[in-house]
């Protein structure tokens, strides 16, 4: 039998890992429900989805039986010139779901390239117009994904400061408060002769500290870019699909964004995909006579038919009513929890949007992804069979909708135990 452990540290570099003092990997063999399975059969309660991927559970039967139909129908095909049933059929699903003024779907392969895409729809919108606005606004705490121009629209840190130089320039502004607000409209204004776009994530900043702030403030900076025609992004890579209680974190707001970004949840967390959509206006800016003023973007398993259909499977499980009640259940148990812990001597703050709730730990090291409370927390849950991957001192919890009311009691207790060691 093959030694998993031993061959990965032998052939694999793994993700956001100093693989010098890296401990071995957990090999995992299985999943069912909010559970993995370890070789030696232990389990883990799956309290992040997986990275935020996995929003109804390990190898849920309804998806796995629509991915082996297409396996078995088609696996992928060129997607310059053709099409395919279960392009046009998620296509169809999605637009149902989203803000009405979503009229376009642009199929990539993942967040950072959802991301990459709508970036680069907003600069060639206004240069297909002959309008040099080249400038991109942001929130200073952001992140979008690690690929450059994401990169470039994230908050810079330790991750982008090999590559800060090779960046381009971005406008980076605080997130929206009351206090805040009127400054903030005052430097759209100040700058929107120059301004192609604001990225934003809506309600939840995920990678930045799961930093929360008000719809409403958040609704009046969208309408103030409409107002001066700066263009708008919603990246929705990890609110989207149920995490802060409704489809959509847009759905929370009355002023939609032109631009929306997707990844992580819409497979379920099955396998990679990506989907951009947009506006009529900004598709048309790209119908042409003149072939410069193609939109010149694509990935060879663009809309691959099998991510397709595993999405598809997905939306059809996120749209019944059962798991809508889910969603509000896990949110009630957050707020519950929230309530009996926000005072607690050991905490800055209490956070929590929809399924999303964090707890940050008040620490003498800087609130970092760095911070030394992090490891110890990381193994504190892991030794009581619970994946937790805390953002520094941020602990957050970010589970599979169909996790039990029993396994989420077990992981608030666990950290009420931590709260008193740590």
């Not at 059929?89 to 993942?110: C, G, H, M, R, Y």
């Not at 980076?172 to 192609?196: G, M, Y």
Request: charged letters at 20%.
């Amino acid at each position: 039998m093959i030694d998993l452990v031993a061959e990965d540290q032998k052939n694999i570099w793994h993700p956001y890992t100093q693989m010098k003092n890296a401990l071995p990997p957990i090999p995992i063999v299985r999943g069912e429900g909010a559970h993995l399975f370890k070789e030696n059969g232990e389990k883990l309660i799956d309290a992040v989805s997986s990275w935020w991927v996995n929003i109804h559970g390990h190898s849920h039967p309804y998806i796995a039986n629509e991915v082996f139909k297409q396996l078995n129908t088609l696996e992928h095909v060129i997607f310059a010139g053709f099409t395919h049933p279960k392009a046009v059929e998620l296509s169809t699903k999605l637009l149902s779901i989203l803000p009405s003024n979503q009229a376009k779907v642009f199929f990539s392969d993942n967040g950072s390239t959802a991301v990459e895409v709508a970036i680069k729809m907003c600069l060639q919108f206004w240069f297909n117009q002959d309008v040099k606005r080249k400038k991109v606004l942001a929130f200073a705490d952001a992140y979008h994904g690690d690929t450059f121009g994401a990169m470039a629209v994230s908050g810079r840190s330790a991750f982008t400061r090999p590559f800060d130089a090779l960046l381009f320039d971005v406008e980076f502004i605080e997130l929206p408060t009351k206090h805040n607000l009127q400054n903030l409209k005052s430097k759209i204004s100040s700058l929107k002769s120059e301004l192609a776009c604001f990225i934003f994530e809506p309600l939840v900043l995920g990678a930045g500290g799961m930093l929360m702030y008000e719809a409403q403030h958040l609704d009046e900076l969208i309408a103030h870019c409409k107002k001066e025609q700066v263009l708008t992004i919603a990246d929705e890579v990890m609110t989207g699909f149920g995490r802060t209680g409704k489809y959509f974190a847009s759905d929370h707001l009355q002023n939609k964004a032109d631009l929306m970004c997707f990844s992580k949840g819409i497979t379920g967390g099955t396998m990679p995909l990506g989907l951009t959509t947009c506006t009529l206006e900004i598709y048309n800016a790209f119908l042409s006579d003149d072939k410069l003023k193609t939109l010149f973007h694509g990935h060879s398993f663009t809309a691959n038919p099998v991510a397709c259909a595993a999405a598809c499977a997905s939306f059809d499980i996120l749209t019944q009513p059962e798991t809508m009640a889910n969603i509000n259940r896990v949110a009630q148990n957050h707020q519950q929890f929230k309530d009996k812990i926000q005072h607690h001597p050991k905490l800055k703050e209490v956070r929590q949007t929809g399924t999303i709730i964090a707890l940050e730990w008040l620490n003498d090291s800087k609130t970092s992804y760095f911070n030394n409370l992090r490891d110890k927390l990381y193994h504190f849950f892991l030794d009581r069979g619970i994946i937790l991957r805390p953002l520094g001192n941020i602990l957050y919890i970010l589970p599979p909708y169909c996790i039990s009311d029993d396994d989420l009691h077990y992981i608030y207790q666990q950290i009420e135990l931590a709260l008193e060691e740590f």
